[in-house]
């Protein structure tokens, strides 16, 4: 017989940078030195993505709940990483020790455990263990420069033919080390280089994803899509004229205003309101340049939509799958080669109130022993060029491979 959950939830000495806390194999969302880390497993369930809405839901509901902090992150909170595949179960994780810092610099800890157990927090924290230093890699790119243009120019005989106007492709590198990652440096590495990004992990899915594809607190729900890539130039004046020409290209306008027009019309039914900035704004990461604009609404209902609700109406998008969805997704099942997993699925975390936030799960690897899997597409619409797709993809490999090879 399954015992019982209660929750405690006390005020730590802040500010703190959650990720001193992090340990091999645990749950992290980290954004702007605040986030949540936790470890050890109090609870947890396989699902599907459209049964994990209710699922998350009874599963929190059932934990005794002694917050005396009481904002978004605290109390029980589920974390999950699900597949890109809404179809493929992911893992709802309930972890037995959380702690967390807001931008604000409030700081906590909530302990989950049997409630006839249930006690304070302890007053410290083990810091993790001290990084490992590899010295040997290979990487292995699976399928070819000429395999990947094949394929590019078979979705754009597609896209001619009028089956969709836009498809994600991807493709897969692998990096085997002469010993076993450390999940903890290279989370490290990921927080100190892409602060701006969101960087998670669960248990051996680890990224700094820039696209945020929901953000729920009360009432008020945001997304920010990305659609549109440039790499990022080597000079000041180099990057200017790069970030400029993809601000001012048809090509990556349209991409991303289906993106965009797609996420305003999924949350439209659902809000009171709902709005997108006028102009997309250029979000500038360490190796590429994207379009992203933010879109927002207000929720209706008493209480409105889970933070998972919302993220189970948006995913995937076009930005990770294309357009119209069903098309996009049956010619990603041709095209493609292998098993995305986790690769482009919402990751992220919500609480008992409903709040949360949620990625999109790119720019990360699957990390097992000494073998890290690496996926990153590229969206092809009328116009795109397959050579400086390949070069697009590189270049979103770059961030995460630094983050595993750097000795």
Not at 180 to 200: I, N, S, W
Not at 281 to 306: K, W
């Amino acid at each position: 017989m399954t015992l019982p959950l209660a929750s405690t939830t006390r005020p730590l000495p802040g500010p703190l940078n959650p990720l001193d806390h992090y340990l091999h194999g645990g749950v992290a969302w980290l954004h702007d030195g605040a986030g949540l880390v936790g470890n050890g497993v109090a609870a947890s369930v396989q699902v599907v993505l459209p049964d994990a809405v209710e699922a998350a839901s009874l599963l929190l509901a059932s934990i005794t709940v002694d917050d005396t902090v009481g904002v978004p992150g605290t109390g029980p909170v589920v974390f999950a990483a699900f597949p890109f595949d809404s179809s493929r179960p992911g893992e709802l994780v309930v972890p037995s020790t959380v702690v967390g810092c807001n931008p604000q610099g409030q700081a906590w800890m909530t302990t989950v455990g049997p409630a006839s157990m249930k006690a304070s927090p302890p007053d410290s924290v083990e810091s993790s263990q001290e990084p490992a230093v590899l010295s040997r890699f290979t990487l292995d790119g699976h399928s070819s420069r000429p395999r990947w243009i094949s394929m590019v120019c078979d979705a754009l005989a597609r896209i001619e033919n009028d089956e969709f106007a836009k498809v994600v492709v991807a493709r897969r590198v692998s990096v085997t080390a002469d010993a076993d990652f450390d999940l903890v440096a290279v989370l490290g590495r990921l927080q100190r280089d892409h602060p701006t990004c969101f960087t998670f992990a669960v248990g051996d899915f680890l990224g700094a994803s820039p696209e945020l594809l929901v953000r729920r607190r009360g009432a008020l729900v945001v997304s920010r899509p990305m659609a549109g890539t440039v790499e990022r130039g080597d000079t000041l004046d180099a990057d200017q004229r790069a970030t400029e020409a993809m601000a001012t290209s048809a090509k990556h306008g349209h991409e991303h205003r289906l993106v965009v027009d797609a996420v305003t019309e999924a949350l439209r039914p659902w809000c009171q309101e709902v709005s997108a900035s006028a102009q997309p704004e250029v979000a500038r990461l360490a190796t590429v340049a994207h379009l992203a604009t933010t879109v927002a609404g207000r929720l209706r209902g008493e209480p409105p939509p889970s933070a998972l609700a919302v993220v189970d109406r948006l995913h995937p998008t076009p930005a990770v799958a294309g357009w119209p969805r069903e098309p996009a997704l049956a010619a990603i099942a041709i095209l493609e080669d292998f098993d995305r997993g986790r690769y482009a699925g919402p990751v992220g975390w919500m609480d008992s109130r409903g709040d949360g936030d949620w990625a999109v799960g790119i720019r990360g690897a699957t990390i097992k022993g000494v073998t890290a899997e690496v996926v990153a597409g590229a969206g092809i619409v009328a116009g795109s060029d397959p050579a400086a797709e390949w070069v697009e993809t590189q270049a979103k490999f770059d961030p995460m491979l630094r983050a595993l090879v750097r000795v």
